[in-house]
């Protein structure tokens, strides 16, 4: 069981739909990340949030929007994504965004683009 | 940018024999961390390293950190079919964590 939970496990949307991911924790972590990973490749970081600002952004496609209302949620907006963004997509928290921070996983939420 | 080198990609190994996967970085970091993903799993913390030839264990298991804070190595002393997954070093220096491409490790019982 994880500490980080990520709604919904799967999804499947076509290249059209508007959908959104959702994370949470209660932890009491400051910053929280978003990762994709691809099989049998590791986590590629896209979004980091610390005191639910954004802290960094790895030149990801804006068909992927980032939302941090509070420091124990953050979504993923989805649009018009394309088949190579089917992966899973990675929640993760740490105490605070200082990179040395061990970082706590959710289960993911596996992504297929039709 | 930085850069985390991992082998080997793939280890197979009959239960009860040693494993080990090394990482090794372009640029000194600050420290680095391990993490192992069971197979359709998400990553699980393990250790985190950040003194200049630190080495510490759990179990079975043996984490180092080179002199120059540039390498690190994991040892699994008689694997069981438990240890089964991909291990991934992360490292940072002045960057945020950066994964290696990972081992994945198969026993065979």
């Known amino acids: 069981d994880t500490e980080v939970t990520q709604t919904p496990k799967h999804l499947v949307m076509g290249m059209t739909n508007k959908k959104s991911l959702k994370c949470e924790q209660h932890m009491g972590h400051r910053a929280m990340y978003w990762y994709k990973q691809k099989a049998k490749k590791p986590p590629e970081l896209m979004f980091v949030?610390?005191?639910?600002?954004?802290?960094e952004n790895n030149s990801v496609p804006s068909r992927f929007s980032p939302e941090c209302p509070n420091s124990s949620h953050l979504f993923l907006h989805l649009h018009t994504l394309q088949p190579e963004d089917s992966a899973l997509y990675l929640c993760?928290?740490?105490?605070?965004?200082?990179?040395?921070?061990?970082?706590?996983f959710g289960d993911g939420t596996r992504l297929s683009i039709l | 940018g930085q850069q985390v080198m991992q082998i080997p990609q793939y280890q197979h190994v009959q239960e009860g024999e040693d494993f080990t996967t090394y990482c090794n970085s372009s640029?000194?970091?600050?420290?680095i961390q391990w993490y192992k993903q069971r197979p359709g799993g998400h990553p699980v913390f393990l250790i985190q390293l950040v003194k200049s030839g630190e080495v510490k264990k759990q179990k079975r298991l043996t984490f180092q950190f080179g002199e120059a804070k540039k390498n690190s190595s994991l040892h699994i002393t008689a694997t069981q079919t438990t240890d089964v997954g991909t291990y991934f070093c992360a490292g940072s220096g002045n960057t945020p964590l950066v994964f290696g491409k990972g081992t994945r490790l198969s026993v065979i019982a």
């Open positions: 640029t000194t970091l600050s420290n």
């Open positions: 993760a928290s740490s105490q605070t965004g200082v990179s040395y921070q061990p970082q706590h």
């Open positions: 949030y610390s005191l639910e600002e954004r802290v």
